[in-house]
């Protein structure tokens, strides 16, 4: 099946910093979707991207849509303490069939104050 | 609005038993979809059903796992004869529209499955 690969696996980082992270797929997708999970819950939708070349903001949440369909990159800025939590980047292929979301593996990120 | 809710939040079940779990969509949300987590890895989609019909069940294991999204009532995702690999967190997601149409899952808090 349908892979993406989420990088970093985990980030750990002062508070106050930027921090970067990404998926690529070896297959297109038309929508990119980033969410965030907390412990024990289920995944909050940060930021949705619908079409190739999308650059969306989100409070300090930057994504962009890669002009390949294939990619996507999410940035948080000045990072805070509850930032922390693990980052997923999904994709969603639409078809009549379903519009099912294919998850990368997580960045787990840490923030020290 | 309420969220999506799925109960229980967490279940734990010896060997051989059988597991239901519930999901209720956001109000006005007819479509749902199932993803299992297991620890440390990323969700992966087992289910889509639609109001008493399963659309595309291709990421569910082909035997002791069942879905249903019954006309009145919550979907239920139903293991039978559990074993200790389906220990894993169960998600759903709820949407207003479905196949065809780009539109956002949302997800409700998990049920946490222990196998023992």
């Known amino acids: 099946g349908q892979q993406l690969n989420q990088n970093p696996q985990s980030m750990f980082i002062q508070e106050g910093e930027d921090v970067s992270m990404n998926c690529t797929s070896s297959?297109?997708?038309?929508?990119w979707l980033w969410y965030k999970q907390d412990p024990g819950e289920g995944p909050v939708l940060l930021i949705a991207?619908?079409?190739?070349?999308e650059l969306t903001s989100n409070g300090r949440l930057t994504a962009q849509f890669g002009i390949t369909r294939k990619d996507s990159f999410l940035n948080i800025s000045a990072s805070i303490p509850s930032d922390v939590g693990i980052y997923f980047c999904a994709g969603q292929r639409i078809e009549t069939s379903g519009s099912r979301l294919t998850f990368g593996e997580g960045t787990q990120l840490t923030v020290n104050p | 609005n309420a969220g999506v809710m799925q109960n229980p939040r967490h279940l734990v079940r010896r060997r051989g038993q059988e597991a239901r779990l519930r999901c209720s969509p956001m109000k006005g949300h007819s479509h749902v979809y199932w993803y299992r987590q297991l620890p440390e890895e990323g969700l992966k989609f087992m289910v889509y059903l639609q109001k008493e019909n399963i659309i595309d069940e291709s990421g569910m294991p082909k035997e002791r796992f069942s879905a249903e999204f019954p006309k009145e009532g919550p979907s239920i995702l139903r293991i039978q004869q559990v074993v200790r690999g389906d220990s894993a967190a169960y998600f759903c997601a709820s949407s207003r529209r479905g196949g065809g149409a780009v539109d956002t899952q949302y997800f409700g808090p998990g049920t946490r499955l222990t196998v023992l």
């Open positions: 297959s297109i997708f038309n929508t």
């Open positions: 991207l619908y079409k190739a070349g």
